[in-house]
């Protein structure tokens, strides 16, 4: 093996065969990320309270795709992967209650805790263990929690007009194999790149930078993301 050939810090695992359940994927922004896995072959079960209302969202995004919806513990429990995309006031309700179901999967936390105010637009709230994926992990200590896919606009996902998402996904958490496995998982979507960004206590930052994005959407009437240059 050359030098060249020798593995690099950037290599990462092939996410192909993943199976992948979203929890709150009735919502824009699951129900975006649903399409866009689905596209790139992923099977995709979308979770909600009711059944019926995760199977009239599958069904919302076409017949074609391999997309399916069930109450969340099913989609929960039958997923490889499972991402968290419920809003921020009922997150630690909803886990709470599939703590079994979520036991040794990789879990991936999208929640923005956000305020919205008139006249002063978004802003964080304060969460009591410093962010939302933080409190996944003290909610679900027997699963790997990760926290990626804050910053991707659910407009864009749902966009049959828009074949790439042009951005980085920054991936955090404590576990190396599996923020390498949500990097390769992002990669899967066209256009999109994950990016280490760090440990889950650093996801605070991460989380309330939504709402500047949000602030620069309404003021550019655009769906802004973000690139990492120089890596």
């Known amino acids: 093996m050359t030098e060249q050939q020798q593995k690099t810090p950037y290599d990462l695992p092939d996410a192909s065969g993943l199976t992948i359940g979203i929890l709150g994927g009735t919502g824009d922004q699951g129900k975006g990320l649903a399409r866009r896995f689905a596209l790139a072959g992923h099977r995709v079960t979308i979770g909600s309270r009711k059944a019926e209302r995760?199977?009239?969202?599958?069904?919302?995004?076409?017949?074609?795709?391999?997309?399916s919806g069930a109450e969340n513990p099913v989609a929960a429990g039958e997923s490889d992967v499972v991402i968290v995309a419920v809003p921020w006031d009922g997150?630690?309700?909803?886990?709470?209650?599939l703590r079994a179901e979520l036991a040794g999967k990789i879990v991936v936390d999208c929640v923005n805790p956000l305020g919205f105010e008139k006249g002063k637009g978004a802003f964080a709230l304060p969460v009591e263990e410093g962010s939302a994926a933080e409190q996944a992990a003290a909610v679900l200590p027997d699963s790997r929690v990760v926290a990626a896919f804050h910053h991707v606009s659910a407009r864009l996902l749902l966009d049959p007009e828009v074949d790439e998402m042009e951005l980085d996904v920054l991936v955090l958490g404590?576990?190396?194999?599996?923020?390498?496995l949500v990097q390769a998982?992002?990669?899967r979507?066209?256009?999109?790149?994950?990016?280490?960004g760090g440990r889950l206590h650093n996801a605070h930052q991460i989380e309330a930078f939504t709402a500047n994005l949000i602030s620069m959407n309404r003021r550019y009437k655009a769906h802004a993301g973000l690139r990492i240059t120089d890596v």
């Open 189 to 196: 979507i066209p256009g999109m790149r994950g990016v280490y």
């Open 54 to 67: 995760a199977r009239a969202a599958a069904d919302e995004l076409g017949a074609d795709l391999p997309v």
């Open 185 to 187: 998982l992002a990669g």
């Open 174 to 180: 404590n576990d190396r194999e599996a923020t390498d």
């Open 91 to 97: 997150h630690r309700a909803t886990l709470e209650s």
